[in-house]
Structures are given as C-alpha cells and as structure tokens.
T-cell receptor, first 113, second 116 residues
C-alpha cells in the first residue's frame, strides 16, 4: 500500500540557515503530494502541493519538487526564521472515488534566534 | 470564507463512555474526512464522507463510526471508549471531488479527546 517516509526530527537550526526535510513515498500511479505544517495547539495548514511529476510547489519561501524517478518530495527553504518552528508533515493523497491521505510521521523543526 | 470548525475543542471522558464529535466544513465543500493524531501512531485516516455516503474507511475498529448530513456537516462517534482513544481528532474538508482529481484538504483545529 501507499506510504510516506520522512526524516526523523527534531531538526534544530539557527535563524537564516538552510532547511531540508527529506520525504520519500511509495505509491502506484501518480498521487498528489503535499507538505502540511502544524503549529502548537493548532490543526494542519497546507504549506504547498504538487500534483504531477516535476511540478514544484512553493509558498512562503518553502519549495518542494515532485520527483517521480526518486519518489521524493523534499522540503527546502533558503533562510529559516524563528517563526518557522513547527512540525512539518509530508503527505500523499489520491482520489479514486474516495479521498484518502497518507501522512509521514512528521518532523519537528526548532529555529534558534 | 470561514474555515473548518470543530466542536468541542476539548473533551474529557472516562473509559466505557461514548463520545460524538462535530465538524462543519468550509461552505460549498462536500467531502469531509476524519483523522486521528497520536504521538505514537501519528496521523491516521479514519474515514471520508461525500454527499452523505462513506466512500473510504481506514483500519479502525467498528467502535469508530461517522455520518454526514445533507448540509455536509459531519459527526464522528466513538463508543465504549478506551484509554488508547485519547488523541487529537482532526476533520478536513475538500470541494467537489471528481475521481482522479485530488483537491486540497483544509483542516480544522481539531478536538482534543482525553479518556481517563
């Protein structure tokens, strides 16, 4: 079945450092891929998405490219801020007459001032 | 547009009781999904409803059930609560879903259920 694997955290960075959170997936066909962010005490917010191979999703300085050949969707940001501290979830979703989203385990990011 | 709302936000129950959680989707959204989030198991899919019909179901026991009303509002019910049911229950809504097209899901803030 479908699955998502993302790097374990926590990840601790200094402000303005470069961020990479790795995500790989196992799925048949062409699911859509997502990154969600969860701040303390809140639900999930969509950060970015890509719906087909080689698509690049981007939002708020974050980027991720749908790589079919490596089954990956790594999240990157050139310069993190303290306000980026949160838990990040990689996810895949497909709609075959029914919606179902599979999430990775989540990666907690701490950014120090 | 108002976001997805979930009530109540916090709930404390004891083992053996049952509980009903409510979710109001974004206006115009007809697909509602439910997820359970725990520190040990992460985010797990419970079920999805579209136009009052359950279209998809995760691997949870029959104690977990749900329904959707004609106005797309959804409820989930957990009967005979166990300690392991303590979790954050998240609801997500999506606009009209056509097979093969994956629309974005928008999540509510969740209901934190504690079972004592």
């Amino acid at each position: 079945g479908d699955s998502v694997t993302q790097m374990e955290g926590p990840v601790t960075l200094s402000e303005e450092a470069f961020l990479t959170i790795n995500c790989t997936y196992t799925a048949t066909g062409y699911p859509s891929l997502f990154w969600y962010v969860q701040y303390p005490g809140e639900g999930l917010q969509l950060l970015l998405k890509a719906t087909k191979a080689d698509d690049k999703g981007s939002n708020k300085g974050f980027e991720a490219t749908y790589r079919k050949e490596t089954t990956s969707f790594h999240l990157e940001k050139g310069s993190v801020q303290v306000s980026d501290s949160a838990v990040y979830f990689c996810a895949l979703s497909r709609n075959t007459g029914g919606f179902k989203t599979i999430f990775g385990a989540g990666t907690r990011l701490f950014v120090k001032a | 547009k108002a976001g997805v709302t979930q009530t109540p936000r916090y709930l404390i129950k004891t083992r053996g009781q049952q509980v009903t959680l409510s979710c109001s989707p974004i206006s115009g959204h007809r697909s509602v999904s439910w997820y359970q989030q725990t520190p040990g198991q992460g985010l797990q899919f419970l079920f999805e409803y579209f136009s009052e019909t359950q279209r998809n179901k995760g691997n949870f026991p029959g104690r977990f059930s749900g329904r959707q009303f004609s106005n797309s509002r959804s409820e989930m019910n957990v009967s005979t609560l166990e300690l392991g049911d303590s979790a954050l229950y998240l609801c997500a809504s999506s606009s009209l879903s056509v097979a093969g097209v994956t629309d974005t899901q928008y999540f509510g803030p969740g209901t934190r259920l504690t079972v004592l």
